[in-house]
């Protein structure tokens, strides 16, 4: 996972179960692909790797109800995919 995207993880609200020092701006430890998916709880659907590139997919309560496609982000990493996800699921407008 890359720097910018844990830093949108600690700004976007993820539960951090890992230390992260402000001052540095430095993360100690990133989280793990399972605490990604777990913390996208059962909006998480599936991870897929195609030619280099992972993507995950999720959906929300709202998807069927709204008729909207399910969520897909990519990532170089499964990491970064399903972070991605995470973002994408909890973005709250404002």
């Known amino acids: 996972?890359?720097?910018?995207?844990?830093?949108?993880?600690?700004?976007?609200?993820?539960?951090?179960?890992?230390?992260?020092?402000?001052?540095s701006l430095a993360f100690k430890q990133y989280p793990t692909l399972s605490e990604l998916i777990d913390a996208c709880g059962d909006m998480f659907d599936s991870l897929e790797k195609r030619g280099g590139v992972y993507f995950a997919f999720g959906s929300s309560k709202d998807s069927a109800m709204l008729k909207i496609d399910p969520y897909r982000e990519v990532g170089s990493t499964p990491g970064e995919a399903v972070a991605n996800l995470w973002l994408s699921l909890n973005w709250k407008k404002d």
Do not use: I, R, S, V
């Open 1 to 23: 996972m890359t720097y910018e995207t844990a830093k949108k993880l600690k700004n976007a609200g993820f539960p951090f179960t890992w230390d992260y020092e402000p001052q």
